[in-house]
């Protein structure tokens, strides 16, 4: 058969239509609610090679770890792989996933004879074993600590069940009952995922098949390049921490653009530790993928020839790609995140520095998935017996407010797409667990400020009703440092957690705390973090920030000390005074740019190189008062005094100003003492003259 571009794209839809009946099985036969109700499951479709084609469920961040998955098979039964074999790998160490929670069920897909195809199906199982009930351990400081872990073990030869794994794993776990059935949800869904192909392999050919998952990988390659293009030649530089509680991991992203290439280099990250954050290197451009279709490729698939136009480098033995025997139960979130965003926020960087870019219409911050707050319990549970759960109702963040828009309350992302996982509803965790929520609601105050504000995070709090006592261990993000803004705008406030006694009793924890306890009576409160704001909160619609008073978000006093605007009458008279003070309290700018010639600087064409930040010839100016900055190819805040305010123990936030107005042109969150985090040095800027 000849696939036309007609074929081609009925293909495409055939195959995500397929993905997408395994992953519906999963979510019918699975009965964990994270799995049934959060949907935090999987279904992804690989060639014979192992090479990325689709997927299909909620976490597209399993997609691309499948390729590991799959390359643990071939490492571990290469010369025996037959039809209706079955396989199990939960080891991130050794051909897994995500995190030892996350258990990869792959299933070989034959048809003639010949290995066409992979199902490889993922989901988080409420337990895999180790020092901690539902296996998130924050304490563990080697893999050994955290988990059973299992490298590509055949569960099935030749449609035959092997039942010395299953037992080897069930016996290792808590609650094997709902382990072994969330497992057999996947291993249900790989079934039909196989048999679906296998009558479209039947249907069209074997070689026709393989052709379609060459060219759809080749075609979107191509796409993705082709945006690339777009983008300016150039280094741009970005660095986030990751925070282990009082302890701050670096996290530097510098990004090259040439071309159609583009190069996300992580040199100089934090070596690897004893904490359970440390990652892989397929982890963190799997999410690098994920998110940035959102900005670029959008229409294309998330296939192999997607990440195929990215290259991503993690240094052997860093925090990002860590060697064994390093924990690793957190892999997929915190530092993983917090790389992620630092590459999210060098690609806006270099976006807004492009005037031909497609993206430009979603210029933003970073998403705010490294502020997550997660808990896992453990006690006795409604029916008596010894329980264990996650609740995940903290992964409501705020996201970063966009160049056009508000960011979105209790979503970490501004722009949507493939949907993320699913907060359960009050109802199903009360009816599961032993626990009454007391509220869930929007946070108010002043958090993200800016021309347009970053999203809210979520209020909420919990009580132990129905168990005698329950632990907990907490896992979280972005405590001390906040999640940071774009062109002006400010961070959004951090994450906070309180333990709550019934005589009113408050006991802060950190974000990252096991082993507390909660006798019933007692409540587990959360405020979630909320995203970072754009543009200069003095530049706020009025009619907004009188919304926000009215709709209970900020007070009239805060509308009046961040946004300048008196409630009262709705006038913006208190913002010249602002912009004075800030002006008259700013730390002197680090060099004088001198006079220039007025016409030629206006005879120049203007040319972006920063939101709000034009270049002229080899000069960087405001575009608001055309205040010269710097001259190339000098970083282009050299001229801007800056108002520097603290924010937690050697945690501060460096605002950039327009000399000649005091508005804020970027607002950086950094550690004291550290340079600037943040660079865009398109080509035509750091070469002019040269």
Known sequence: MQL????????????DAICGEGAATIKRTAVSPLVVEGGDYSCTLLDGKGLLVTGGG??????????NAIAGVFTEHGDDIQDGDVFLANDPHRGGGLHAQDVFIMRPVFAEERLVAWMANSAHVVDVGGMQPGSFAPSATDCFSEAIRLPAVKITAAGVERRDPWNILLNNVRMPHLVEMDIRGLAAGVDVGAAKLQQLADQIGVDALQKGFDELNRRTEAAVRREIALIEDGVYRSTSWAEWNDERFRIPCTTTVDGDSIRFDFTGTAPQTTHFFNSKEYIVKGKIGVELQRFIGRDV????????????????GSLLNCTHPAPVGAAHIIASHDASEAAQRTFHQAVAASPASLSRPFLSSSQTMSANQVVTFSGQGLTGATDSWIMIDGTAVGSPAGNDRDGTDFNFYLVGQQAAIQTNDVEVSES??????????????????GRYRGGCGVDLAFTVDGSPHVSGAAIGGHGQIPLPGTAGGSPGRGTSIELHGPEGEVTPIGTLTQG?????????????AGGGGW?????REVAAVLNDVETGLISADEARAVYGVDVSDGTTSHRTALLQERLATARAAATEPGQVD??????SPALPIAPGVDQRGGVAVSARSGAVLAHAPAHWTDGCPVLVEAVADGVETRSYLDPATGHILHTEVALAGEPRSFESSPLRWSTWNR
């Open 535 to 539: 543009g200069d909160p003095l530049d």
């Open 516 to 528: 507390f306890s909660l006798p019933e009576g007692h409540s587990f409160a959360v405020k979630a």
């Open 301 to 316: 698939p998330l296939n192999q020839g997607f990440y195929e136009a990215l290259e991503v480098h993690c240094p052997v």
């Open 598 to 603: 007025a016409e030629q600087l206006a005879s």
């Open 58 to 67: 909620h976490i597209a961040y399993h997609f691309y770890a499948a390729t």
């Open 432 to 449: 599961w667990y032993p626990l009454r929520f007391e509220y869930r609601r929007r946070s108010s105050g002043v958090s993200g400020a």
């Open 4 to 15: 036309d571009n007609i074929a081609l794209e009925v293909l495409r839809h055939q195959l």
